[in-house]
């Protein structure tokens, strides 16, 4: 059995990443840049692209792109948030992917993701960070 993780992001600017940048940075968080994606996490699919692609809730080709992750779980300088309780959408989890980069290209350290996640990512009452 194996699982595949897919990143659904922006082609076009993403105003709610931007906002929680500037946020983060008021919060005293040293972040340079940041990224959001909708992860889709899921077992056994012969073409996971196509799966993705194939649902117009998930994706659209005009304003979005794929990603196929070589890992399934988060990257260095990347947080990934799950709501506690959520149900299974055609039998894939879905994960909020906020990377966070310390300048335009180096992924931000692990502490800088743990107070991104602390200070504003994450609401442990609804969600789980995993980082």
């Not at 993705?52 to 998930?58: F, N």
């Not at 947080?79 to 966070?100: D, H």
Request: proline share 5%; net charge negative.
């Amino acid at each position: 059995m194996s699982l595949y993780s897919v990143a659904v992001k922006l082609k076009i600017p993403d105003n709610e990443a931007y906002t929680a940048l500037t946020a983060l940075r008021r919060l005293g968080v040293n972040v340079a840049r940041l990224e959001r994606a909708v992860v889709w996490q899921f077992e056994d699919a012969a073409d996971p692209v196509a799966r993705i692609e194939r649902s117009e809730t998930l994706y659209n080709p005009n304003k979005h792109e794929l990603e196929v992750l070589e890992q399934n779980g988060p990257r260095a300088g990347e947080a990934w948030i799950e709501e506690l309780g959520a149900r299974e959408e055609r039998g894939m989890r879905r994960y909020i992917a906020w990377r966070l980069f310390a300048d335009a290209h180096a992924p931000a350290d692990d502490a800088t993701v743990r107070a991104a996640v602390e200070r504003l990512l994450c609401n442990p009452a609804i969600e789980r960070a995993i980082t």
